[in-house]
Nanobody
Framework: QVQLVESGGGLVQAGGSLRLSCAAS????????MGWYRQAPGKQRELVAA???????NYADSVKGRFTISRDNAKNTVYLQMNSLKPEDTAVYYC????????????WGQGTQVTVSS
């Protein structure tokens, strides 16, 4: 299996920036896809940005041009650089991995709070 450790959330003013990190450990060779989701109070969890199994990236329309997902394969870490933050970006951000090991898995990180003040 794979374990995830997230970091980098916090409180920032509108227009500011934050960078989230998600470090994977364990059976990382089996990861097919990895990315970030978020869930605001009273709303469903939604995709923010992710690397697909084919290596391409997907972004939510609401973050295109402001957020950038990147990865360091040597460190098994995925980053989410968030610029020009808006109050509506306030949410708990979750790292997610999907993989094929032991019949397949879909694992969530513990979540990190991002709060953007106006």
């Amino acid at each position: 299996q794979v374990q995830l450790v997230e970091s980098g959330g916090g409180l920032v003013q509108a227009g500011g920036s934050l960078r989230l990190s998600c470090a994977a450990s364990g059976s990382t060779f089996s990861i097919n896809a990895m990315g970030w989701y978020r869930q605001a109070p009273g709303k469903q969890r939604e995709l923010v940005a992710a690397f697909t199994s084919g290596g391409s990236t997907n972004y939510a329309d609401s973050v295109k041009g402001r957020f950038t997902i990147s990865r360091d394969n040597a460190k098994n870490t995925v980053y989410l650089q968030m610029n020009s933050l808006k109050p509506e970006d306030t949410a708990v951000y979750y790292c997610n991995v999907e993989g094929w090991w032991v019949g397949g898995y879909n694992i969530w990180g513990q979540g990190t709070q991002v709060t953007v003040s106006s």
